[in-house]
Nanobody, 127 residues
Framework: QVQLVESGGGLVQAGGSLRLSCVASGGTFTSYSMAWFRQVLGKERDFVAAISWSGGTTYYPDSVKGRFIISRDNAKNTVYLQMNSLKLEDTAVYYC????????????????????WGQGTQVTVSS
């Protein structure tokens, strides 16, 4: 059983940056692909970024490509999401997720691929 704890959310002005962190415990970190999703109240949880177990492969939707960077430090059991050039529409609760090692461009975007989820951290972008 893997536990995930996110941190780093907060209030930031449009155009600013934030870095989210997610620390994993209770499992073998390198067994898992990792991802970030986000959700606005009343809407579906949307894919933001994913990274393979080694960190060698990453995926992003067009909405954040070029602005967000996902990375991981396997020695620290931590995955990060660096968010730059933030926009009002990036406001959401951000969730960290862990899934199996066989990450592909298709499954990376599906919540059903990920077995473990954190509690979420709020990111609010103001004008």
């Amino acid at each position: 059983q893997v536990q995930l704890v996110e941190s780093g959310g907060g209030l930031v002005q449009a155009g600013g940056s934030l870095r989210l962190s997610c620390v994993a415990s209770g499992g073998t970190f390198t067994s898992y692909s990792m991802a970030w999703f986000r959700q606005v109240l009343g809407k579906e949880r949307d894919f933001v970024a994913a990274i393979s177990w080694s960190g060698g492969t990453t995926y992003y939707p067009d909405s954040v490509k070029g602005r967000f960077i996902i990375s991981r430090d396997n020695a620290k059991n931590t995955v990060y999401l660096q968010m730059n050039s933030l926009k009002l529409e990036d406001t959401a609760v951000y969730y960290c997720a862990a899934g199996g090692p066989a990450l592909t461009p298709v499954v990376a975007r599906k919540t059903s691929f990920f077995d473990y989820w954190g509690q979420g951290t709020q990111v609010t972008v103001s004008s």
